[in-house]
Each structure stands twice: as C-alpha cells, then as structure tokens.
C-alpha cells in the first residue's frame, strides 16, 4: 500500500530538487518525491491512498534537535510552569506572570487544584517580577501540603514547613550553613544540592519521571521533530536513563526516533576505567530498537556551565576576574579523547568559552597528525564563546558545530552588563562565519536549557535578536537556508542519520512536519510564527492538536 | 560559641587538592596504612589507585568498598552531592573523611560546597605541590589560571571567620627526591610569592611536610557506665583532644541496665558534647556490652585516657 501526501509545496532540502509537490511512501520510506504526475511507474504497481489534508499546506523534513537531555527534562516537566515569560507547550500556554499577586493566585489556584496528599512543585519563580516568596508565604498558601517552589535558573529552591518535615529536614541539620536559610526554606547554589538529594526520592522515582518523559514525548512534537539526539546519556543514572528512556519513549506512539550519545566519564566510571568504558560503549547498539538507539558517538567535556559563567575563557576573561571551570582536566581530556578517536569513535565535545573550545581543538589537531580520519564528525557542542582564528581551525581540521543560539538570544544583554563586556557578549555564537567557512552547522536546543522550538531557534540565527529587542553582531547571522539546513539536513549529518532522514529523497525515511506557510515565503524573520499542523513519522501522521 | 549544637555530628573533612599526579592519592594512602583505629571516608575520584588490600575489603558496591577496619572509599564519579549523600548515611560509623578534590577544581568553591552541606565540616585542606612540575603547571595555557588560584588559596590572608571552626591549612612538596636541594630553594622562594601574608611556610613542624597528623587512642571498656560518672569524666578531657566519638552503654536512675537498649552515640567536638541514644544498628548482641571511644588529637595522648 502506497501512501501519496500531496502538498501546496515540498520542500525537500535537497540540491537536485528542492520543491516538489507530491511524495509517494511505502512501509515508511519515501518511494519518490515530485509532482502526482511524476510518481505514476510507482501506482502502477500497487494499491494507493492519497492524503489530501495538507493541499493548502507545505511540508518539510521533519525537524532535527541534535542535543537535548530527555532526562533533565523528565525532571522538570512534571512540576507546574508559572513564569514571567511566556512558554508554549501542547497541553497548555503557560501566560507570562509579571506582577506579586498574580504569582500568588497562582500559587494558591495550583494549590486548590492539586489532589488531597500530593505533593505540589512550581518552576519559573523570579524574584524581580514575583516578590519575595519564602516558607512563611508559602505556609499560609499551602497549610499541611508539601510545596518547593523552584527558582527559574534552577540554582535556587523554596521549601515550605511540610515539605521540610516530609523531607525530615531539621533545623539543628541546616541551621548557620551558608547558601541554607532555615526561616526562610530557601536553599540555593551549594545549599541547593542538600535539599535536592532529599528531594530526589520524588523527583527521580520512576513515576515522576515516567510522568514527565510522557510530557517531553508531547513537547518533541509539538517542536515539529522527529529526530532528537539524547547528548549524554547516564548524565543522571545511565541504566535508570536507558531504562525509562527505553520503555517510555520507545513505543507506538512516539513521533520520533532518540540517539543516544553516551556520557563518555559515566562510561569509565561504570566500567572502571577509561579502556573499560570504550569496550562498554562499543557494546551499546546491541541494545539498539527502531526509536531508540546508540551508534559510534560519544559525548566529551572541557568547560563548564554557559549559563553559569563557568564558561573558561582566554585573555582578557570576566569582567570581575572571576574564573571558570574545567569539568574534565585538560591532560585527562587528551588521553580520553584519544581512547575514542583510536576506536574510531566521532566525538561530540560540550564546550561554552574559547579556552574550552582551544582545548577541543588543540586536542583534535593532535589527534589528527597522530591517526589521520576523514569523516570523523569531531563536533563542538555548545560553542558560546570563540574567536575568528578558532573557526578558521575548526574548518582546517574537519570539525562540525552544534551551537545553542539561545544563549545569545536570553544572554547577550545580561551578558554584556555583566559578564565579558560588549564586544564578546554580542560575538557569541559566532555562525555567520561558520557559514562564509563552510563549516557543517546544527542548532540546538538543550532543553530544557531552552525551548525545543527548532523554528524558533533558526529564527535566533537568522534574525539574532536579543530578548531585549536588540539585533546584536548582524555580521554573524546566517542566511535562511543555511538556518533551515541546521535544523534538517545538516542536524542529520551531524547526528549520522543523513542516509535515513534530514531531507526528502528517495529512499528515506518518510519524516516530515506539516506548515501553515513557506518558510521561504515568510522569511528568517517569521519562522518563529511559523504553525505546525502535524508531524509525519515514518509515514504515519500525527496531527499536533490545538492549532 | 557555637550557633547549634549540629556540628557535634558533622564528619571533619580534610581536603586535600593538587593537579593530577601530584600525589594526592599517594598522600590518601599514607594516612589510610596510618589510620590507628581512625575510621576514615575516603572519597576519591577513581579508587582504582587507592592500595586497597583485597583481604580488608568487607563489601563492595559500584560507589563504595566497605573495609574491615571501619573504613569506606566511595567514589565521586562526577557527582560529589551524590557521594556526599551516601557518605552522611554511615556517617555515625565514620570519624574522618578524607576529600580529594580533582586535579583543577577551583578549591574555593569545594570548600564552600563542603562547608554548606549539613553532616560535614572542613577541618583541614592540604595542598600537594610537585616540585618538578608546579612552575610549568602555573605557565600552562588552559590550567595556569587555576593552579595559581590555588596556590594563594592554600595561603589564606585572614581568618577564615564564616566558619565555626578553623580551618587547619597546609602544603606538602612531593617528588622533592627528584631535584637537587638548591632547585627545591627555588621551588619554595618562587611558591612564596604567592604567600605574602603568611611569613613562612615551614614555620610549623606539623605543616613543613603537610602533614596534620593526628594521634589516635581507642578506649575500651566492658560493662555498664555510670552516666553521672561518665559525664564527669568528659568534663575532664584535656583542650588537646579535638574530637572524640563513639557508642558508650551507660546507665543511671531512669534508666537502668537494660541491654542494648541502654547504648549512646557520643559526639565529642572541643569541649562540647552531646549523648543520643542510639538503638538501631551495628549493636553487638552477643557478650557483655562493650563500650568504644576514639580519640583524635594532633599531639601524642596520654596514657591517663586508656586508664579511665
């Protein structure tokens, strides 16, 4: 049985022809794509259906977010958004709450709402637009319920008394520690990682976390994706990971496939040494099903957290001269890294500030004149700070990009105030060049880092527009196409998953997601505003509700 | 002087930093083949190094190797609040952890991290300096930054005075076998530079080799105590004496001789005490109760203890 999808356009993301207007697929994979006419030799062979649903629509690839922590996500989807911008998800929008009382009735609504005995978690609060909230507050809200109300850069909780008894947290136990306010339930940075080890008996038992994978499946197509890679497995607990991502994600109605990139320190520590660790990894696709898999990847780190300003940075540094951190000790990073490229491994390596990123590069220099590899994938994950020298490198050696655009999007302006000054604040996410070197590029999301809107993070490339309004750096903005090919075609690359999906050809995997326009007809600017009507995964539709 | 009586309980932490291959581990074993009934957490990055005598080892799980003389290595594995957490769950069978930070940790943001975790407190921070590395590891393009952040560091200028105790500091030269003495003067003239509040590295016998050692007596004794009597005799216990814990089965009017049921976790920090009773676990059902203190102190201690 042939399936037809007949669209006002299709935009296949290929060179040798990149519009058509009918596509032919059978048992998931693209038969053919060109115009009805075209497609004949094939209906002439077999039964036909022909969808007729999207005539006024277009089609593209199906979407590609080649970095996210399902997870991380898992974690924080379950608790209830009440934030001071705005956040789309397919269950509800969550409105943007700016003012003190507003936040409050919202507290006291989610409270009402929340059954008799369960526990109730907020995400979102910010302090400049909510006030100050603490124990005291949230008693009187929530009386006997066990409440934590957590802090939108995730550094910083608010327990409330029954929560703290729940948790059997004492006061004698926190009292006079810094970073710990007992009178106030407020733990935060070091103080936070306390509450949290207690908190974990909730928020990584498998029903919160089955609750919130179920909720990161919507969220995934409600982004219009139908491939993500999953970039550091066991970042949490690898076999709790695999497990839940393997049972929950991997079932009829996912839209979409995961990869799984191995955490490569988790892998030695699980196997007792680096060696150990690659053997292990080696092993992985023997466990590979269809939606989830592992393949010759793994993921490396050098610095530490962007959001964080752990970022290490080269000459001239912070502002306040403060610095960053390394999360795998540079000598260590070298002998790991040759581990894998020995094994012939295609390296994906977290790096945020240019020494992090000189680092990955120096190393794979190395590497390069020890064993020579074409092809090898060696890609920068992240890329927050980096200086034009760094690309013309990164070009030389055969590296890829996966660059989380919304941090200049969000940071660009605190960053700048406070941060690296001006000038290297607006430069981050330097892709412009990455598009005049011809450098492979991807973007990601990192959700829950940031939303997993790949249109919305082709929008940021394109437009580079702060979340102050602010056009910064527009000589690092990427073309239209080369935005759409980072969310598609070049994300598939950069994942290895090019032979399958990323575009629509013959032979392909039948992935694509279902728009109310052209993206090339309403511009880079207007891709945010963009609607997903569906998404279509291995030739089965999934139309995306309350659009 | 102290806000809450929770220190009693907290584990002493001694950290020790130094980039990789400084000899850390090397220093961990010392003090572990060194421990005199000190039951230590370990707490390393890779207890592949760590020389572990497979006939000592009592139970092993991924993170942790339990030994038969009281002392557990768990390893960090990247997640210190993890380690931590499972480390504060035996803590009333612990006297001392040992904290190898890793090669390039910033140590001010470990120490702030020890210190605001309740069940610890940062008792000691050694760093370990390879003579015939340190200087080139201070002009390294990615580590140079950190190395010298941790040198002034290890050299505070005041006080530390958030803290309720003191913090012991000190640094130790390793792989000085390896250069000539004139090249070791180098070494030193060159580290106090980044020392220019402190007058002089070696002015302490106990910090020269950077080793805070510590002098340890087990006391033992069958039978029930006299609370009032054993109250007493804590009142007696000497300002050398910087931490003594233990089980004691005591009895008094409330509550006479009734078994384990009788059994108290003493926790003894500098002069202040605190006696809970403490039913669950670890008991010894067979016998005569058997009551069990370590002292800990950094100087030599008296036979008057053993005789009480």
């Known amino acids: 049985m042939i399936t037809i999808f007949i669209a006002k356009k299709i935009i296949t993301m290929t060179e040798a022809q990149p519009e058509a207007t009918a596509v032919a697929v059978r048992d998931g994979i693209i038969l053919e794509v060109g115009s009805l006419d075209s497609l004949k030799p094939w209906l002439e062979h077999d039964e036909y259906e022909i969808v007729e649903d999207y005539t006024e629509q277009v089609l593209m690839p199906g979407l590609i977010d080649p970095h996210l922590h399902p997870i991380m996500a898992a974690v924080l989807l379950p608790m209830q958004f009440i934030t001071a911008l705005e956040w789309k998800f397919p269950w509800e929008i969550v409105p943007a709450t700016t003012t003190r009382e507003a936040y409050l009735s919202k507290l006291k609504t989610g409270h009402e709402q929340t059954p008799k005995g369960e526990p109730f978690f907020t995400w979102g609060y910010h302090r400049n637009w909510h006030g100050e909230v603490n124990?005291?507050?949230?008693?009187?809200?929530?009386?006997?319920?066990?409440?934590?109300?957590?802090?939108?850069?995730?550094?910083?909780l608010y327990l409330n008394t029954a929560m703290m008894e729940h948790l059997g947290i004492e006061e004698e136990q926190v009292k006079g520690r810094p970073q710990i306010d007992y009178e106030k339930g407020h733990f935060y940075e070091n103080g936070l990682s306390f509450a949290i080890g207690r908190l974990n008996k909730i928020i990584m038992s498998q029903a919160w976390l089955g609750k919130g994978l179920e909720r990161l499946k919507k969220v995934v197509h409600y982004g219009g994706q139908t491939t993500v890679g999953d970039m550091a497995v066991g970042l949490f607990d690898f076999n709790l990971e695999w497990e839940a991502v393997e049972n929950i994600i991997d079932q009829p109605d996912s839209p979409f496939r995961v990869l799984g990139v191995p955490h490569a320190r988790v892998m030695s520590h699980i196997n007792g040494g680096h060696k150990q660790g690659v053997e292990f990894a080696q092993t992985l696709p023997e466990r590979n099903t269809n939606k989830f898999r592992f393949s010759n990847k793994i993921k490396l780190f050098t610095d530490g957290a962007f959001f964080s300003q752990l970022a290490m940075l080269k000459e001239p540094g912070y502002v306040d001269g403060h610095i960053g951190e390394w999360l795998t000790v540079p000598e260590e990073y070298e002998v790991i890294a040759r581990l894998y490229w020995q094994a012939g491994f295609e390296i994906h390596v977290h790096c945020t500030g240019d020494l992090g990123l000189e680092l990955a590069i120096?190393?794979?220099?190395?590497?390069?004149?020890?064993?020579?590899?074409f092809n090898h994938n060696y890609t920068i994950e992240h890329f927050g700070f980096s200086t034009p020298e760094q690309i013309h490198r990164i070009k030389r050696l055969g590296a890829n990009v996966s660059a989380n655009v919304y941090y200049l999007h969000e940071l660009s302006d605190s960053y700048g105030h406070h941060g690296v000054g001006f000038e290297r604040a607006s430069e981050m996410a330097r892709i412009g060049q990455c598009e005049r070197e011809d450098v492979l590029l991807s973007l990601h999301s990192d959700f829950p880092m940031a939303p997993a809107l790949p249109l919305n993070s082709a929008w940021v490339a394109?437009?580079?527009?702060?979340?102050?309004?602010?056009?910064?750096?527009?000589?690092?903005?990427?073309s239209l196409d080369k935005a759409l090919r980072a969310i598609t075609i070049d994300a598939a690359r950069i994942l290895g998953l090019d032979d399958e999906t990323g575009s629509i050809r013959a032979g392909k995997k039948a992935d694509f997601v279902v728009l109310d326009q052209s993206p090339?007809?309403?511009?880079?600017?207007?891709l945010k505003d963009l609607e997903i009507m569906a998404t279509v995964f291995e030739g089965e539709v999934f139309p995306i509700s309350g659009t | 002087m102290f806000e809450s009586r929770a220190f009693l309980s907290d584990l002493p932490v001694t950290l020790v930093t130094g980039y990789l291959g400084s000899g850390k581990t090397t220093y961990i074993n010392e003090r572990l083949s060194d421990a005199h009934g000190v039951r230590y957490a370990v707490m390393v990055n890779d207890f592949g190094e760590l020389n572990i005598d497979a006939e000592l080892i009592a139970a092993s799980t991924e993170r942790t190797i339990s030994l038969t003389n009281g002392c557990v290595c768990c390893s960090l594995a990247d997640d210190m609040d993890a380690a931590m957490e499972?480390?504060?769950?035996?803590?009333?069978?612990?006297d001392w952890v040992l904290f190898e930070a890793s090669g390039v940790a910033d140590p001010e943001r470990i120490k702030t991290k020890i210190e605001a975790r309740p069940g610890f407190a940062l008792r000691e921070f050694l760093t370990i300096i390879d003579v015939t590395r340190i200087k080139s590891l201070a002009q390294d393009k990615y580590i140079g930054q950190h190395i010298k952040r941790q040198l002034q560091l290890t050299h505070p200028s005041t006080p530390d005075s958030t803290n309720v105790q003191d913090i012991e500091y000190g640094t130790r030269l390793s792989k000085t076998d390896l250069l000539s003495a004139a090249a070791i003067a180098d070494v030193q003239s060159w580290l106090a530079h980044f020392n220019s509040n402190n007058e002089s590295d070696c002015d302490d016998a106990r910090k020269s080799d950077g080793m805070p050692r510590f002098f340890t007596r087990t006391v033992e004794k069958t039978g029930f105590l006299n609370r009032k009597i054993f109250e007493h005799w804590l009142s007696t216990v000497g300002p050398e004496i910087i931490r003594m814990k233990g089980f004691v089965y005591l009895?008094?009017?409330n509550m006479p001789d009734r078994g384990a049921t009788n059994r108290y976790l003493l926790q003894w920090v500098s002069g202040q005490w605190s006696l809970e009773l403490f039913n669950s676990g670890g008991s010894e059902t067979d016998g005569p109760p058997r009551s069990r203190l370590i002292l800990i102190s950094h100087m030599p201690i008296g036979e008057q203890y053993a005789e009480h």
């Open chain 1, 135 to 156: 124990r005291i507050v949230m008693d009187e809200i929530f009386g006997q319920r066990p409440a934590v109300v957590w802090q939108r850069s995730f550094h910083e």
């Open chain 1, 362 to 373: 120096d190393t794979l220099e190395k590497l390069q004149s020890e064993q020579p590899r």
């Open chain 1, 462 to 478: 394109f437009t580079r527009e702060n979340c102050e309004g602010n056009i910064v750096c527009p000589n690092e903005r990427v």
């Open chain 1, 520 to 526: 090339y007809d309403v511009g880079g600017a207007g």
């Open chain 2, 86 to 94: 499972q480390v504060q769950q035996l803590a009333h069978e612990l």
């Open chain 2, 251 to 253: 009895t008094d009017d």
